[in-house]
């Protein structure tokens, strides 16, 4: 029934820009925080950024002042606006959204990913 699906990534050089969407769709009752997840071959899967329902961003050190979290509550969206890209920022990127049911018990949904590639 819910289902979220990312779009924006792609091949860019190092120095230029890219906007990740991810969207859910499906019977929402309300959605509490998002976030943006990346791994590179070999490594594990790291956090990149949330946004609280109440449009509160939090950043990996890593991404700080190159990234931005936003969110549209009533599309049920959230992005991830990518700046001054660097090859080390080649990844596959999946969004996280936390589902509140009207019972209000959560479930975290995960999108299919989506690869961001950075070149020289």
């Known amino acids: 029934q819910v289902q979220l699906v990312e779009s924006g990534g792609g091949l860019v050089q190092a120095g230029g820009s890219l906007r990740l969407s991810c969207a859910a769709s499906?019977?929402?009752?309300?959605?509490?925080?998002m976030g943006w997840y990346r791994q590179a071959p070999g490594k594990q899967r790291e956090l990149v950024a949330t946004?609280?329902?109440?449009?509160?961003?939090t950043y990996a050190d890593f991404v700080k002042d190159r990234f931005t979290i936003s969110r549209d509550n009533a599309k049920n969206t959230v992005y991830l606006q990518m700046n001054s890209l660097k090859p080390e920022d080649t990844a596959v990127y999946y969004c996280?959204?936390?589902?509140?049911?009207?019972?209000?018990?959560?479930?975290?949904?995960w999108g299919q990913g989506t690869q961001v590639t950075v070149s020289s």
């Open positions: 946004i609280t329902s109440g449009d509160q961003p």
């Open positions: 499906g019977s929402i009752f309300s959605t509490g925080l």
């Open positions: 996280r959204i936390t589902m509140i049911t009207v019972t209000w018990s959560t479930s975290d949904y």
